[in-house]
């Protein structure tokens, strides 16, 4: 190999770095001695020559995809349970308002949730209470229901409330005069219970009854709200919402 001068100056001396940059592409190595800032090592320059290499493109590729799975997972679950934490308190919020500790509008009275079912074998009716009125001996059961009040209570929350009491006249001493209907808005209705109300309620059971052992029950009302709320929809033949 021939020998050479030796430079005083470092920048006079031919690096090996240069050789090889000579090979690769001598304009490329003139240019980085035209403009040597361009041709410094920085660290955008070293990550563009790490992705050169297909392989490190494909394994840089694929963490960035589990990177992002790993992340929406994170994010769904934080949602879940937010959503969840949410929920429960919504609905313990409405719980409390749906069963108060008392009806202001009836003195004395104390109400507290009744979680026992009560059966009526001699009418073939059983069921759970929503919530008992209590106070001057007297036994009132209360139905309770989250939206707010109509201008008239539904009659099939009228003749709910009329099986609570008879089911309450069979399992207590205390005959109910009356039943409670309480809106999630606050307002209530009183039902009496009767013997109009009672033999109303016994028609209902005898259709009811019938209908247990038919195949085929016509629709029997003309509401397309209901249809539109039914779950049943999609498979019904009757449904007033297609």
Same mark, same amino acid.
Request: proline share 6%.
């Given at each position: 190999?021939?020998?050479?001068?030796?430079?005083t100056r470092p920048q006079d001396l031919v690096q090996a770095s240069e050789i090889a940059r000579h090979l690769y592409c001598a304009r490329a190595l003139a240019y980085d001695r035209q403009f040597?800032?361009?041709?410094?090592?920085?660290?955008?320059?070293?990550?563009?020559?790490?992705?050169?290499?297909?392989?490190?493109?494909?394994?840089?590729?694929?963490? @960035?995809?589990?990177?992002?799975?790993? &992340?929406? &997972?994170?994010?769904?679950?934080?949602?879940?349970?937010?959503?969840?934490?949410?929920?429960?308190?919504v609905r313990m919020l409405r719980w409390r308002r749906r069963y108060p500790r008392e009806l202001p509008i009836y003195k004395g009275a104390q109400a507290r949730r009744y979680r026992r079912v009560?059966?009526?074998?001699?009418?073939?009716?059983?069921?759970?209470?929503?919530?008992?009125?209590?106070?001057?001996?007297?036994?009132?059961?209360?139905? @309770?229901?989250?939206?707010?009040?109509?201008?008239?209570?539904?009659?099939?929350?009228?003749?709910?409330?009329?099986?609570?009491?008879?089911?309450?006249? $069979?399992?207590?001493?205390?005959?109910?005069?009356?039943? &409670?209907?309480?809106?999630?808005?606050?307002?209530?209705?009183?039902?009496?219970?009767? $013997?109009?109300?009672?033999?109303?309620? %016994?028609?209902?059971?005898?259709?009811?009854?019938? $209908?247990?052992?038919?195949?085929?029950?016509?629709?029997?009302?003309?509401?397309?709200?209901?249809?539109?709320?039914?779950?049943?929809?999609?498979?019904?033949?009757? %449904?007033?919402?297609?």
């Amino acid at each position: 190999m021939k020998t050479r001068a030796k430079g005083t100056r470092p920048q006079d001396l031919v690096q090996a770095s240069e050789i090889a940059r000579h090979l690769y592409c001598a304009r490329a190595l003139a240019y980085d001695r035209q403009f040597p800032s361009h041709a410094q090592r920085t660290p955008l320059n070293l990550l563009w020559s790490w992705l050169r290499n297909p392989w490190n493109s494909a394994a840089l590729l694929i963490f @960035a995809v589990f990177l992002v799975w790993l &992340i929406g &997972i994170v994010y769904a679950v934080l949602a879940y349970v937010v959503t969840g934490l949410l929920y429960v308190a919504v609905r313990m919020l409405r719980w409390r308002r749906r069963y108060p500790r008392e009806l202001p509008i009836y003195k004395g009275a104390q109400a507290r949730r009744y979680r026992r079912v009560l059966a009526a074998p001699a009418f073939g009716l059983s069921g759970q209470l929503d919530y008992l009125l209590e106070w001057d001996q007297q036994v009132v059961p209360v139905l @309770a229901k989250q939206r707010p009040a109509p201008d008239m209570p539904h009659h099939w929350h009228v003749v709910q409330v009329v099986a609570q009491c008879l089911l309450v006249a $069979e399992n207590r001493d205390a005959y109910p005069p009356f039943g &409670i209907i309480r809106y999630g808005d606050g307002r209530t209705f009183e039902v009496d219970f009767d $013997e109009d109300s009672v033999e109303a309620l %016994s028609e209902i059971m005898d259709r009811v009854e019938r $209908e247990r052992t038919q195949t085929e029950v016509p629709r029997n009302h003309a509401v397309r709200q209901r249809c539109f709320a039914c779950t049943h929809r999609a498979r019904c033949d009757q %449904s007033l919402y297609p």
